[in-house]
């Protein structure tokens, strides 16, 4: 494993290195990792990513995330070799990934005040377990492969409880979850148990969730499938490879995503930043973040809602004690994180400051939604023959705020990330039987 990439702290103070043969995801001056790669790839790959769309039956060529190995290479292997691919790289047969693509959508163009050739959303509900988590377990699982691990250990809402479940009863790992009690949607929490997970619930909310599985994994030898893994972000990436790749390698003028633990909004960062140092790319799309208004941390942080001046990267200087006044506070006002769009009620999101440096990268933007806005833009997907659950609500929620407030202009071209599928039925219910919601499809009586 040695030589073939390693692992840096992002503090430019520090940068210390560490090689990829342990599972150590932040630096001892307490900022997290990112994985570097020593090679600098040929633009002429993406031909080559082209070509690998017609599979052939190779599942690695299927899949959504490893058809860009090259890019992913942490493992050093012959990425032409099938045998090397079998032998390391972890894939629920090539389903990850694979039907993820950005799409155009007449009817929410129209909701989000968008043409509709300008405006595509990319819906990573496609995904086996259901959403975006399954490009980073693909990877975070490889990772865990190439250590040995038996054990994996996560932190959840309930999408990464899904997938970090499924992709270890493929490999025949356990898997301990930890979830907020209460807190779960029940098509989520299902799908951990019917992947054969030991589901441990937590007093409290994902921080508090998060905390423990962290515990968990020091005690138990487990390892940690959360974001704060930078192996899992490596797979996040290729949502965004995927989009550039439908765009001819054009970037857009705005990706947008919705904002909880912030771990795509990082990825996303990380990615760019490669892809412009690489050379493969000149203009660099703006990242909009979404946020729920009742987990709004990161809105509130870097807008200058808590303190009179905004939180920011600062060029590698970011106001740590900022963040913690910011916790203190609302931890001693006793204001938690509440929405019902359960996938981003984080409160104090594990990936922000990486998700700091990329906003600033990418001269970004961060606003917020309220519940009803991404219940509309919810339903309004749905009405396109689209599903996707109430936090990708967000996303044409938001793309419509940034529109009025005239931030985003209507000949920019837009991405959004449509990061799951439904996996509570009670909420499309709730919303169409009452007819006063503006999409609303109330039932009749016979």
Known sequence: MKGTSTKRCINPSCGLSFEIDNDIYRCSCGFLVDVIYSELPSKRLTEVFFDRRNHRENIYDESGVWRFRDLLNFSGIDTNSISDCAKTLVSLDGAE????????????????????????????????????????????????????????????????????????????????????????????????????????????????????????????????????????????????????????????????????????????????????????????????????????SLYDLVNSKFESKPLSWNNGRPDLEMIERYYHYKDGKGLTPKTRATAIQIGKPANLIKALRAIEFTNGVVTRVSDMEMADGMSIVGLNGFDCELASGAVPAGVRVLRRDGIIKADDIVVGILTGRQKDPSLPVEYHTNKSNRYARPPTND
Not at 260 to 281: F, Q
């Open 97 to 296: 990934g694979r039907l993820s693509k950005p799409y155009t959508m007449t009817k929410v163009a129209e909701y989000a005040l968008m043409p509709n050739s300008n405006f595509f959303l990319q819906p990573e509900g496609y995904n086996p377990s259901g959403s975006f988590k399954d490009n980073g377990m693909s990877t975070a699982v490889t990772h865990a492969k190439m250590l040995g691990v038996k054990k994996l250990v996560c932190a959840s809402t309930g999408n990464t409880s899904a997938s970090a479940a499924m992709y270890a009863a493929n490999e025949n790992m356990e898997c301990d979850v930890y979830i907020p009690k209460g807190e779960v949607a029940p098509g989520k929490l299902g799908q951990a148990f019917q992947f054969g997970a030991q589901v441990i619930q937590v007093e409290g909310n994902f921080d508090d969730a998060l905390a423990a599985s962290l515990a968990d994994s020091k005690l138990s030898h487990g390892y940690t499938v959360n974001s704060l893994n930078p192996f899992r972000l490596e797979g996040q990436k290729t949502i965004v490879y995927r989009v550039l790749e439908h765009l001819d390698w054009n970037p857009p003028d705005w990706i947008v995503y919705p904002g909880g633990a912030l771990g795509n909004i990082s990825s996303c960062g990380k990615c760019l930043i490669e892809l412009v140092e690489w050379g493969w790319i000149r203009k660099i799309p703006r990242i909009a973040v979404i946020n729920a208004e009742g987990a709004s």
